[in-house]
């Protein structure tokens, strides 16, 4: 059983338009990431949201962590070749405060972004 | 150095053979996890270490997978008779452990070592 599922899986869209990652969950997460995977590298933290409801906006993307710190969203604006790659959420699960908690990655998101 | 350092970043070896992929993590850093992904795919989660112990390796695909870590720090993967289906990158990444709420749990990963097995 997946922890964190992401859809969709894959997407293909033209420059110029807008899309939206959603991340899912049935576990209340402490924080959740959202990463970016390009090709060759490991991926890299955009974002953290650690409060129910959060709103980040990062230029052109925006996060929101849900309200009962289930679920979040990526939403892109103006898509841009440049957003090309794999895009990861992932979340700390709720412990008792002091205890040391594992990092769970969803199954990605994969973007291409074409002219 | 700065980051997490794998090395090597590319091992090509024969069927049947075995391997040793190792991960320096970032000082300070309790977390480490190991993590494989196949062309094209998301992460694979094999396991993870809070300080040397492992309170999870549930990820591992078959006992001929092992890791172990010493001194908090490094980390070495064990992949014992290789076989073709192993072939993928394998990740290191490392965090701070305690969350508490504050987003503190961001992971570092390392480039990666690209295994090939023939």
């Known amino acids: 059983t997946q922890l964190l599922e992401q859809s969709p899986q894959f997407l293909s869209i033209q420059e110029g338009e807008n899309l939206t990652v959603y991340c899912n969950s049935s576990s209340v997460f402490s924080s959740l990431q959202w990463y970016r995977q390009e090709p060759g590298e490991g991926p890299v933290l955009l974002v953290t949201v650690v409060t129910g409801g959060e709103v980040k906006k990062l230029k052109r993307l925006t996060f929101q962590f849900g309200d009962a710190r289930k679920d979040s969203s990526l939403h892109i604006t103006a898509a841009q070749p440049g957003d090309t790659g794999l895009y990861l959420c992932?979340?700390?699960?709720?412990?008792?405060?002091?205890?040391?908690?594992?990092?769970?990655f969803g199954t990605g998101t994969r973007l291409q972004v074409t002219l | 150095g700065a980051g997490v350092s794998q090395s090597p970043s590319n091992k090509v070896t024969e069927k049947g053979k075995d391997v040793e992929l190792r991960c320096d993590p970032i000082?300070?850093?309790?977390?480490l996890y190991w993590y494989r992904q196949s062309l094209g795919q998301g992460l694979e989660f094999l396991i993870y270490f809070q300080g040397n112990s492992a309170p999870d390796k549930s990820g591992l695909p078959s006992d001929r997978f092992s890791a172990e870590r010493t001194g908090g720090s490094v980390s070495t993967l064990t992949i014992q008779r290789t076989q073709q289906e192993d072939s993928a990158v394998y990740l290191c990444?490392?965090?701070?452990?305690?969350?508490?709420?504050?987003?503190?749990?961001?992971?570092?990963f390392g480039q990666g070592t690209r295994l090939t097995v023939v």
């Open positions: 990444a490392s965090s701070f452990s305690l969350d508490r709420g504050l987003g503190k749990t961001e992971a570092f």
């Open positions: 000082s300070g850093h309790t977390a």
């Open positions: 992932a979340g700390a699960l709720n412990t008792n405060t002091g205890t040391a908690s594992k990092l769970t």
